[in-house]
């Protein structure tokens, strides 16, 4: 079976991606990858080529228990936070492609900290709650949360938000 890739760029929320897909021969397609090429500020981040992630959640069990996820799926956990300030910090520092975020962390709304983080990084944002409420999840997606998860998380929940 051939394959043949097919590149394009794209640019979300002032950042610069480039989108590789293969097909196969029928123009069935086989993958897609995205590498971020530069940031809301312009800054040449270089190729991705690996998917990485940053964890904001309070409680450590259930951020191992994210973070083990994420490495079930492929993605290297580069940082993690238990509040709003250090993940402020951590994600400025660490620059990961993904976020997932408690919406109920001790110190700040998890949905008001996903606006400040995306105000400063282009990533995607996943929100991750004991519930699902019907304003809660508006509330997310008008704040430009890529997903929304109901806890407990599992590697199959979360690849269908972050492989689509």
Do not use: W
Not at 98 to 106: A, K
């Amino acid at each position: 079976m051939a394959t043949s890739p097919n590149l394009l760029g794209f640019l979300f929320a002032e950042a610069t991606f480039e989108v590789r897909r293969c097909y196969d021969s029928s123009g069935l397609k086989l993958s897609e990858e995205f590498d971020m090429i530069s940031d809301v500020g312009g800054s040449s981040v270089g190729c991705c080529a690996h998917r990485n992630a940053m964890v904001v959640e309070a409680d450590p069990r259930a951020r191992e228990e994210l973070e083990s996820c994420l490495r079930e799926i492929g993605f290297e956990v580069i940082a993690h936070a238990g509040d709003a300030n250090a993940a402020l910090t951590a994600c400025q520092e660490a620059r990961p492609n993904l976020v997932l975020i408690e919406v109920r962390t001790d110190d700040a709304d998890g949905i008001e900290l996903a606006k400040k983080l995306l105000a400063h990084r282009a990533c995607a944002v996943v929100a991750i709650g004991a519930y699902g409420g019907v304003d809660l999840v508006r509330r997310a997606a008008d704040a430009g949360v890529f997903g929304y998860l109901i806890k407990p998380v599992s590697p199959e929940s979360l690849v269908a938000q972050v492989e689509i």
